[in-house]
């Protein structure tokens, strides 16, 4: 996503959470601007905290200007328990305060720096788990779902501003968070893909590409998920 908004010539603003993330960010904001030419920074923040999430805003309108034309609301986490299973002392509210609380943070944050501006996009990454009953996933499954519904608000309340809101729901595909699955579930989950394979980091950012110039596209969730979820 990052390397596909600088292709087009935005400057990025990349967010990070962990010090194990830092080299790869950094990495990945000098690659931008030396192929791109871009300008590219990274921030280390947590989304779930609100004054954070001002922080990531402000550092980049301080880099870059007051205008933010782009927000992807991409962070995630999966837990991957029965919900009965959960612990009591937060394990299901941290996930939803950063897959859910995170994209409405950040939203909230960017919206006085597009609606001055009558533009703007706004895409959130959601999942076929909003759309499924999907076992181990309840938690993750209301986030997903709460983030497309957040999206359609605010697509009919700033389409005044020309501002568009829309979700990406991807199916499977082949990142960090998949590798942490049990082998035997992705194995399964490849198996019921009517395309017959899992998608690459590749196919959501091409999706992005087309919602970012898509102008007549609000309001709106894409699903690229090989036919896994075509039947619902």
Not at 2 to 11: C, K, Q
Not at 21 to 34: F, G
Not at 108 to 129: D, F, R, W
Not at 138 to 154: N, P, S, T
């Amino acid at each position: 996503m990052v390397r596909e908004l600088a292709s087009e010539g935005y400057d990025v603003v990349i967010n990070y959470v962990t010090d194990k993330s830092a080299p790869k960010a950094e990495q990945l904001a000098s690659e931008v601007k030396k192929k791109y030419g871009t300008g590219a920074i990274t921030v280390q923040a947590d989304v779930s905290s609100y004054k954070e999430c001002r922080r990531i805003v402000d550092e980049g309108c301080n880099a870059f200007g007051d205008q933010v034309a782009v927000l992807v609301n991409n962070a995630g986490i999966m837990t991957g328990k029965l919900f009965h299973e959960h612990q009591p002392d937060g394990e299901y509210t941290r996930l939803i305060n950063i897959e859910l609380l995170g994209s409405m943070h950040l939203t909230h944050c960017v919206l006085p720096h597009m609606q001055p501006y009558k533009n703007g996009c706004i895409v959130c990454t959601s999942s076929v788990a909003a759309h499924m009953c999907m076992r181990l996933q309840a938690d993750y499954a209301v986030a997903k779902a709460g983030v497309i519904a957040f999206m359609r608000v605010i697509a009919r309340e700033n389409a005044e501003f020309n501002i568009r809101a829309n979700t990406i729901a991807p199916g499977l595909c082949v990142t960090d968070m998949m590798r942490d699955q049990p082998k035997e579930r992705t194995d399964a989950v490849r198996a019921a893909v009517p395309l017959g394979f899992l998608g690459e980091p590749r196919d959501i950012s091409d999706c992005l590409a087309y919602i970012v110039n898509a102008k007549y596209l609000t309001g709106q969730c894409v699903s690229p998920n090989g036919g896994y979820a075509m039947y619902l």
